[in-house]
């Protein structure tokens, strides 16, 4: 019997001694891994593909590059020519960001593509410019003259509205920036007008008498908007572009510090100093 209770009371000891050592061992893994998790956080460098047009923006967004490194957010710029493909390869997961339209075109956008993209953060304000290799004011325009305007809805518009500005022609009263050719309802010089792609209205100018072109292909193009426009945008136009994500991401803190770059000192720098009133910062 004594032997009996001696080996009981063994086993019981062994047992004790197993269940403590694999206590031990479930509880570590568990309170290791938090605290890895907690250091992964402080200093991880976050990753955003922004897409841009072709132009002066790439400058600005080198900039915005070097400003987010320092604040540990990584950017990847993707480049674009046109007005199209950013919004729809944002809208499919292939972009966190873009930065290249307005609120009237973006909202033009949704509307036509059935897109869910919003508003992040205003940028820059680019006055759009009328330019002719032809007439130096745009009172020397003639009868007749074939003028150009982007072919999108609110460029073309906002084009439009700039002939009317400059006292070409007058437009439906109410229009505004839905206002299309057909809304022309005074014309005295009756000049035509021809719609394209906003890329190509430079490449155009040698066969156009004028055309109204966006800052952006403009100095691409190598015009400088404040020195060869006939005919300007105040500084104070509204068509200021803008940031814009899909709606469901907007919240996400990774994009303030994107917004925090990019209203920097030193991008402000960069657009007074290079290309002063080409170009209006808009915070």
């Not at 250091?39 to 080198?62: F, R, T, Y």
């Not at 199209?84 to 609120?103: I, R, S, T, Y």
């Not at 060869?228 to 803008?242: G, L, T």
Request: net charge negative; hydrophobic share 45%.
């Amino acid at each position: 019997m004594k032997k009996s209770y001696v080996s009981l009371f063994l086993s019981l000891v062994v047992a004790l001694m197993v269940a403590g050592c694999g206590g031990g061992q479930g509880q570590a893994p568990q309170a290791g891994g938090e605290a890895n998790a907690g250091n992964a956080g402080a200093g991880q460098v976050e990753k955003l593909k922004v897409g841009i047009m072709s132009g002066p923006e790439e400058d600005i967004w080198k900039v915005v590059k070097e400003v987010a490194a320092k604040d540990s957010l990584d950017l990847e710029i993707i480049v674009f020519s046109d007005y199209v493909q950013p919004n729809k390869v944002l809208e499919d997961g292939q972009l966190d960001a873009n930065a290249f339209q307005h609120v009237p075109y973006l909202e033009e956008f949704n509307a036509g593509q059935g897109t869910h993209i919003v508003k992040l953060a205003d940028t820059i304000n680019y006055p759009i410019g009328m330019y002719s290799k032809k007439v130096k004011d745009v009172s020397e325009l003639k009868e007749g003259d074939l003028v150009g305007l982007p072919n999108d809805p609110t460029n073309g518009a906002r084009a439009l509205i700039l002939f009317e500005q400059a006292g070409l022609i007058k437009l439906k009263e109410g229009v505004g920036v839905k206002a299309t050719v057909r809304d022309i309802v005074d014309n005295p010089k009756k000049l035509e007008f021809k719609e394209m792609d906003a890329a190509f209205l430079t490449k155009a100018l040698d066969d156009l008498a004028a055309a109204v072109i966006n800052s952006n292909f403009a100095i691409e193009s190598g015009l400088v908007p404040t020195k060869d426009a006939i005919f300007m945008e105040p500084k104070d136009s509204p068509w200021v572009n803008i940031i814009a994500v899909r709606e469901a991401d907007k919240d996400k803190p990774v994009f303030q510090k994107l917004v925090k770059a990019f209203h920097s000192d030193e991008v402000k720098k960069l657009v007074t100093e290079k290309y002063g009133d080409s170009m209006v910062t808009a915070w």
